[in-house]
């Protein structure tokens, strides 16, 4: 691996080795890089940087009882008894802030590295997450273009460069170059599954339903071993084949892929968030365009309630919201906006600014539109829909806050904010947009 040629300071082969062979596993959405780890601290317990990457590691999860392990992770980095590289020093400089929650100033740290270590592909993972996080897509995509320059084609990580690269084009509405990449990604390695996320977010955007279908029916048997960024490749299939008016073979791919309580990765972690929002968007989805989800609301009811009190992801916050109201728990969707609004009203961080610009109109509009009450919906979000971005996710993620803003309108029969609401949604880079389901005939009433 590359990992801009890092030299991990351990005494043990077998340490250096195994953390090396993590660090590449989770570039790769690997579900079982933590077991490296494991046999890196099992060579050597007193490793600086196997502790550091664990722990960096965590920030995924995007949740408050991460933190604890998080801490741990950092006292036992800043315990280790071999002398770090500046390259080793300046992660624990990162996970410092991460464990502060200030992803921002952690965010500073990685693009500093990056600036020095431009090869460095676990790097660019988490500056590329954290980034994504916060809305900020213009910086993801200028990473990866000042990366570029030093990248080769016969780099071991230059095939999970080309997947880094292609996302943050295409967040940035470079479509032709964003395909390239993704598809250069794929042909150098086929099991790769950000690189299919890539072109699949490219051809959803363009509104390229059969290619959309085609690309991932013909991908999803290379993800073996791949953790839940495949149940949201899944996910992903299914807004193609909502286009194409497939709604049983969608709630079949719910019950199976995109959320099944059977799987090892549902049962060792229900409510990670990107299972949680896949289900809230698409069950949303499928209702809004009259099909009838039945009991499938419930599985996340649980990890919905447990968003209540943890502001570690706004994103997922919103999304609990939509869970909250759909399962009829109003008293606890009420619970869940007064904590988001204290939380608002009190932080100064990064969060805080999430949640105010960002997570919390949306979470009240997604609450008022169960209710039926399209005009709070219309008068709360509208004014603020731009700055949805705000709160991180993707144009195609955050898309589903748009359907409820255009359903409370076509509900009303306010044409001119549809007819406002339709210059919107192209700007922000959906192609074809009179063409989608649920768009098309708002629109054109």
């Keep these: 691996m590359n990992n801009g040629d890092m030299q991990l300071s351990s005494e043990s082969a077998e340490a250096r080795d195994a953390l090396a062979k993590a660090m590449h596993g989770m570039c790769l959405w690997k579900a079982d890089f933590m077991n490296d780890i494991k046999t890196a601290l099992g060579a050597d317990p007193d490793f600086a940087m196997a502790h550091a990457v664990r722990a960096l590691a965590l920030t995924a999860g995007r949740h408050v009882r991460f933190l604890p392990m998080m801490r741990s992770g950092l006292e036992k980095?800043?315990?280790?008894?071999?002398?770090?590289?500046?390259?080793?020093s300046a992660y624990i400089e990162a996970l410092e802030h991460a464990v502060d929650l200030r992803p921002d100033l952690a965010i500073e740290v990685y693009k500093r590295i990056l600036a020095e270590h431009p090869c460095d592909m676990f790097m660019h993972r988490l500056a590329q997450q954290e980034l994504f996080n916060f809305g900020r897509k213009a910086e993801m995509y200028e990473l990866a273009e000042t990366a570029a320059p030093h990248w080769s084609s016969e780099m071991t990580d230059y095939p999970i460069f080309l997947s880094n690269r292609a996302f943050g084009n295409e967040e940035m509405l470079h479509y032709a170059e964003a395909e390239r990449y993704g598809r250069e990604a794929i042909e150098r390695d086929p099991?790769?599954?950000?690189?299919?996320?890539?072109?699949?977010?490219?051809?959803?955007?363009?509104?390229?339903?059969?290619?959309?279908?085609?690309?991932?029916?013909?991908?999803?048997?290379?993800?073996?071993?791949?953790?839940?960024?495949?149940?949201?490749?899944?996910?992903?299939?299914?807004?193609?084949?909502?286009?194409?008016?497939?709604?049983?073979?969608?709630?079949?791919?719910f019950?199976?892929?995109?959320?099944?309580?059977?799987?090892?990765?549902?049962?060792?972690?229900?409510?990670?968030?990107?299972?949680?929002?896949?289900?809230?968007?698409?069950?949303?989805?499928?209702?809004?365009?009259?099909?009838?989800?039945?009991?499938?609301?419930?599985?996340?009811?649980?990890?919905?309630?447990?968003?209540?009190?943890?502001?570690?992801?706004?994103?997922?916050?919103?999304h609990a919201a939509i869970i909250l109201a759909a399962c009829g728990s109003f008293e606890q969707a009420d619970e869940l906006i007064r904590s988001m609004t204290d939380f608002a009203d009190?932080?100064?961080?990064?969060?805080?600014?999430?949640?105010?610009?960002?997570?919390?109109?949306?979470?009240?509009?997604?609450?008022?539109?169960?209710?039926?009450?399209?005009?709070?919906?219309?008068?709360?979000?509208?004014?603020?829909?731009?700055?949805?971005?705000a709160m991180g996710g993707s144009q195609a993620q955050r898309d589903v806050f748009f359907q409820i803003l255009v359903d409370s309108c076509r509900q009303l029969g306010r044409k001119k904010e549809l007819a406002q609401l339709a210059q919107d949604i192209s700007a922000i880079g959906f192609e074809a947009v009179g063409q989608r389901t649920l768009y098309a005939e708002a629109f054109a009433a």
């Design 77 to 88: 980095a800043k315990a280790g008894a071999a002398p770090l590289s500046a390259h080793e």
């Design 191 to 253: 099991g790769d599954p950000w690189g299919a996320h890539a072109v699949a977010h490219v051809l959803v955007m363009q509104g390229r339903v059969e290619d959309g279908v085609n690309w991932l029916e013909g991908l999803c048997g290379n993800w073996a071993g791949k953790n839940q960024i495949v149940h949201h490749n899944w996910w992903h299939l299914c807004l193609f084949l909502l286009e194409r008016g497939e709604h049983e073979r969608i709630l079949e791919l």
């Design 255 to 318: 019950d199976t892929e995109v959320y099944n309580p059977a799987s090892p990765l549902i049962q060792a972690m229900p409510d990670n968030v990107i299972d949680v929002t896949n289900v809230a968007a698409l069950l949303l989805r499928l209702e809004l365009r009259g099909v009838d989800v039945g009991e499938r609301w419930q599985v996340v009811l649980e990890p919905a309630e447990g968003r209540i009190g943890n502001h570690a992801h706004p994103f997922t916050s919103a």
């Design 346 to 389: 009190s932080d100064d961080g990064p969060f805080g600014v999430c949640m105010r610009k960002a997570a919390l109109p949306a979470a009240k509009a997604a609450i008022a539109h169960r209710k039926g009450d399209h005009e709070a919906v219309v008068a709360g979000f509208m004014p603020g829909r731009l700055d949805l971005v």
